[in-house]
């Protein structure tokens, strides 16, 4: 998710990082990726890098499958690169053709809305509510035609999103499948069922910003065997990454951990930062920012990433306890400063990656007064209706409110 620094840029960001390592100065902000990383993920990534053969063991990855849909309770996972092609994945078993129409929330990320324009879809764009940034059952129902094939919702931020129960109804009503977008919300849950389990189909992410975190990867979950079997044939039909991008994978785990977590001097971190910064992987390039299909697109999970996601899972109740603690101090906060809280749904669940607050626009373009107050650097999720490219959507009056006010708190706190 996060945008593709220029080259130049980022050599000076990692020069400032090195220095700021050498003079011993930690960071006096939370940062905002790679939040879950902990040293035993490093100590697994270095592991993984000593053994190129094991990478593309099939074995490793279906049992992070299992692990991973096991602990949504779902019935069926399958792993993918990244949550944009287990996207593209349920798209395919959907069975949708060019020119087939679907109604997508106008406030998400531009890799959603490309996994639809990569396989020529029709799209419309749904406004937003504003209590959980969800799609508005309302402003949906309008958009809904005799010729519409899909339909996705989010629950952006960790949050599940406020019209579930209103939109699936909707769905059944028309026969319109439903794709649940749950790449900011692994581990919510509603009316005791975890995310995921609504839609006819779902996907994860665990990008490097997200709830877990692989650098790259993502799960495509159904409990329908139809469309599990039309998912499994379309993973078994993808490549693997190349060697190159699952290295650079397990160099970037390392390197976030140095960078992000444990930022305080060591000869270990700032090698590891200083040799791995330019390897790093970048989550969405240019290419995709502008609508391009990139090459390589599509591949399935390398067994190093599922090992890095076998470990988080280990430790994914926890942190998202953490974010749920961290939550009610954002609570706190907004209500002295005389800010809305966003909205928890009744019987409702929410792991909060995010803590996301409608601010002044003028405080987005200007994040300087955060720092005094509350004291941490807010993301900007999202700086337009696709996310991050500067594509704007009409006639969602509320997503244009969010992308000119929303800023988001982080749920871990270093
Ligand atoms: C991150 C994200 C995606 C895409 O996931 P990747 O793993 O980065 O491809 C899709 N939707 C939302 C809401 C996201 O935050």
């Keep these: ?76 996972g399958f792993a993918f690169e990244t949550g944009r092609t287990a996207l593209s994945a349920c798209i395919h078993a959907l069975d949708l053709k060019p020119g087939d129409h679907v109604i997508i929330p106008g406030y998400t990320c531009v890799v959603v809305d490309n ?40 629950h952006l931020y ?21 794709i649940e977008d749950c790449a900011q919300a692994a581990g919510a849950e509603f009316k ?19 709830v877990i975190n692989t650098i790259q990867g993502g799960v495509a979950v159904t409990n329908r065997e139809d469309l599990a079997a039309r998912i499994k044939h379309y993973q078994e039909e993808a490549d693997f990454p190349n060697m190159q991008r699952i290295g650079r994978l397990l160099m970037t785990a390392v390197h976030n951990y140095y960078r992000h977590r444990n930022t305080g001097w060591s000869l270990t971190g700032s090698h590891a930062v200083f040799r791995y910064a330019s390897r790093r992987v970048i989550s969405t390039t240019q290419e995709e920012i502008e609508g391009k299909k990139p090459e390589g697109y599509g591949c399935r999970l390398s067994a190093a990433a599922a090992a890095l996601g076998l470990n988080q899972l280990k430790k994914i109740d926890h942190y998202n306890r953490l974010r749920r603690e961290t939550a ?55 700086v337009s209706h696709l996310h991050p ?26």
């Design 1 to 76: 998710m996060s945008s593709t620094p220029g080259a130049s840029e980022s050599r000076i960001q990692t020069l400032k990082t090195l220095v700021g390592m050498l003079m011993g100065r930690r960071s006096a902000f939370s940062s905002l990726s790679s939040a879950t990383l902990d040293i035993d993920d490093v100590l697994l990534a270095r592991k993984w890098l000593k053994q190129p053969e094991s990478w593309r063991d099939r074995s490793v990855t279906e049992a992070y499958e299992k692990t991973f849909t096991d602990w949504i309770g779902a019935r069926f």
């Design 115 to 154: 996994a639809f324009r990569f396989a020529g879809c029709r799209i419309s764009y749904c406004d937003i509510e504003l209590e959980t940034f969800g799609p508005d059952a309302g402003s949906l129902k309008h958009l809904v035609t005799p010729d519409t094939r899909a339909i996705v919702i989010h």
């Design 158 to 178: 960790g949050l599940v999103c406020r019209d579930l129960e209103p939109i699936m109804a909707l769905s059944r009503e028309h026969g319109i499948p439903v």
């Design 192 to 210: 005791a069922a975890r995310v995921g389990n609504f839609g006819d189909l779902s996907f994860f992410s665990s990008e490097q910003s997200k």
């Design 328 to 382: 009610a101090k954002w609570d706190r906060w907004c209500e002295e400063k005389g800010y809305d809280p966003p909205t928890v749904l009744p019987d409702s669940l929410p792991v909060f990656l995010r803590y996301p607050v409608i601010v002044e626009p003028e405080r987005k373009k200007d994040l300087s007064w955060a720092e005094k107050d509350p004291g941490v650097r807010p993301g900007v999720w999202f």
């Design 389 to 414: 490219s500067n594509r704007t959507v009409s006639d969602c009056p509320n997503a244009t409110r969010a992308v000119q006010g929303c800023v988001n708190f982080p749920g871990i706190l270093s």
